[in-house]
């Protein structure tokens, strides 16, 4: 019952209560901090749904997906080139994201019906050009935002040296959360979890749960990814089976530049540096934008039912800079398994942080569930117009304001 009693709690003091006001208030409520009597608290799960937008935040140079798979001539490989030629691109001066999103296509529905293959395409050098593909996409992000690879043995991975005041109070906010999860050693999961789901390619995430952890641990030990890598960074992976009260999850939809299928079945995690000949050999799995979105893979098949779990054993989401946008069908039809009936949204909560104006984040989020509407009130949706920093800087005033008064 604790969050409509929160909020509800909240309403009445205040008229309209800020999305900050009732985040920090249900974090209280959630925590195992200041426990009466060392009495259990209940596992709260608390997920982010992380997009582009949450990147930008930390850094206006990370790609939106339009700037990301926009190639130049110079980003075009010779196979890559070749392969435009045989489908019947003439005019290679440039790819723009609509044409690469029709060019992804093409490959997957070519994988999908053989006999829909050209007269010398065959499974095999629709592999190579994927590969291609993946490896001109690490790159080209690269060029733009140099990935924060691991530098020493430690495996931590390492944010900006000089952060601006917007990246330390993002820095900031994260280890607020953390402070209020479980920190028992009765091996009982309790108290508040975050757990993160991201469309995003990059390490962002990691490298702030890395800075967060302090300087000993890494969000390898106790991050569940969907998969159990072979091996994490060219060595045996950490932790084969993970323990309940310990862990979270870290799950990547669209895969990630750290993520490499094994020539063996499954999947590794390597954030170590690689050359271009690395990526050309070896690139990372990424699933790719697409005019008819295929997620028949393997990466996908293994994580989706993970994420889905995730969603149905999750309280609180909080989606950040992602636009629910209506040709992204599958995740949307994922993000409803939050609350895929009237009676699922129950005592569940939204936070919605996004630019777009607050009844147009209403209306997204009303038709992915479309079991609520405001008449109702059987969901608590609460948007946030304004960007990720907004919301977190109103966060962190909030927790010093409350600091002074104590």
Request: aromatic content about 12%.
């Amino acid at each position: 019952m604790y969050t409509f009693d929160v909020i509800y709690k909240l309403c009445i003091i205040m008229k309209k209560p800020s999305s900050s006001k009732i985040f920090q208030e249900l974090v209280k409520k959630t925590s195992y901090k200041d426990k009466v009597n060392s009495n259990l608290i209940s596992l709260t799960n608390m997920t982010f749904f992380l997009g582009a937008g949450f990147s930008k935040s930390w850094d206006l140079n990370y790609p939106t997906g339009q700037e990301l798979f926009s190639l130049d001539r110079d980003d075009i490989s010779d196979d890559f080139f070749e392969f435009l030629l045989s489908i019947g691109y003439t005019d290679l001066s440039s790819i723009g994201f609509n044409e690469f999103k029709e060019i992804a296509y093409q490959i997957s529905m070519q994988k999908k019906y053989p006999s829909l293959r050209r007269r010398y395409i065959d499974e095999y050098n629709l592999e190579i050009i994927e590969n291609e593909i993946s490896s001109i996409i690490t790159k080209r992000f690269n060029k733009l935002v140099p990935l924060n690879y691991i530098e020493d043995a430690s495996h931590k991975l390492k944010l900006e040296k000089s952060p601006n005041q917007n990246q330390k109070n993002i820095v900031a906010f994260f280890n607020w959360l953390e402070s209020h999860k479980t920190g028992d050693t009765d091996q009982i999961p309790e108290g508040l979890r975050i757990n993160f789901i991201t469309t995003n390619y990059d390490f962002l995430i990691e490298s702030i749960l890395d800075e967060t952890l302090g300087a000993d641990d890494t969000h390898l030990i106790y991050a569940y990814r969907g998969f159990t890598p072979k091996t994490t960074n060219k060595v045996k992976t950490p932790t084969t089976v993970h323990r309940h009260w310990l862990v979270q999850n870290l799950i990547k939809l669209n895969g990630g530049f750290e993520i490499f299928g094994s020539d063996e079945q499954g999947f590794s995690v390597d954030y170590t540096k690689k050359s271009a000949k690395d990526l050309d050999r070896k690139a990372p799995t990424l699933i790719l934008p697409n005019r008819e979105q295929d997620y028949t893979g393997k990466y996908f098949q293994t994580i989706f039912p993970k994420a889905v779990r995730t969603l149905q054993e999750t309280k609180i989401l909080v989606i950040v800079g992602y636009s629910i946008p209506e040709e992204d069908a599958l995740i949307r039809l994922l993000l409803r398994q939050f609350a895929e009936e009237n009676v699922d949204g129950t005592e569940k909560v939204i936070f919605f942080i996004d630019m777009m104006n607050e009844e147009t984040q209403i209306q997204k989020l009303e038709s992915v569930f479309p079991y609520h509407n405001r008449a109702r009130k059987r969901y608590n949706i609460i948007p946030f117009e304004g960007t990720f920093n907004d919301w977190v800087n109103e966060i962190i005033a909030l927790n010093n304001n409350a600091q002074h008064r104590i």
